[in-house]
């Protein structure tokens, strides 16, 4: 590592992993299970291991090109660089930080309800406040914000296709996670759904205007 940009990418990827992980042991200490992606079944859970496989190869090939970008293991469609410019790599470090104020708000919002992954069994309270009242999934907004950042700052092709690969599944996967929430929260979630985006609200629209998304 050689300059503020990989020192930059390299403190965030510090800071959510201890976060993450911090907060799950946690709960573990007080007997919460918060890791709740592998609990669900069918297409779900096809989604949720094909986003967890995505973050993963992506954490992967980030710290190797931060530490080791001597190493050049992938095809060169893919290491071709795409974006190099002053410009891009501020934009990635702004929208990374925004994301990260994202992040930190919702899981602040939370509180004891914070979960990975949404498990139908457990039934909790439906959050709508605080950053949950502009956007129904900011966690998994977030994620999308981030690898479009590191894309931004890195410029190689391979991290726009895990980019795009992701926004794919987390879409799928919020989809079939709304099944539950409907199922489990009722009118509730619906009059929620109605009023705030899934990733995120620029107007407030009542009934009659909002047309299923």
Not at 38 to 45: A, C, D, E, P, V
Request: a positive charge; glycine letters at 6%.
């Amino acid at each position: 590592m050689n300059s503020f940009w990989d020192y930059f990418q390299i403190a965030v990827l510090v800071a959510f992993a201890s976060l993450v992980w911090g907060r799950t042991l946690y709960e573990r200490i007080h007997g919460i299970n918060a890791i709740r992606f592998l609990r669900s079944h069918g297409r779900k859970r096809g989604f949720s291991i094909a986003v967890i496989t995505i973050i993963n190869i992506w954490v992967v090939l980030l710290v190797l090109n931060l530490t080791h970008p001597e190493i050049r293991f992938l095809p060169a469609p893919l290491a071709h660089t795409l974006v190099n410019a002053f410009q891009f790599r501020v934009t990635g470090v702004i929208l990374i930080a925004l994301g990260f104020v994202l992040y930190v708000s919702a899981w602040k919002t939370l509180g004891n309800n914070w979960r990975m992954g949404h498990d139908e069994q457990v039934s909790l309270v439906l959050i709508k406040e605080g950053v949950y009242s502009i956007s129904r999934n900011p966690f998994y907004l977030f994620y999308m914000v981030y690898f479009f950042g590191t894309f931004l700052i890195n410029g190689e092709a391979v991290f726009l296709l895990l980019t795009a690969l992701l926004c794919i599944a987390i879409h799928y996967l919020i989809l079939e996670e709304e099944k539950g929430l409907a199922i489990t929260h009722g009118d509730e979630y619906e009059n929620y759904r109605l009023h705030t985006g899934r990733y995120f609200t620029f107007r407030r629209a009542s009934r009659s205007e909002r047309s299923s998304d």
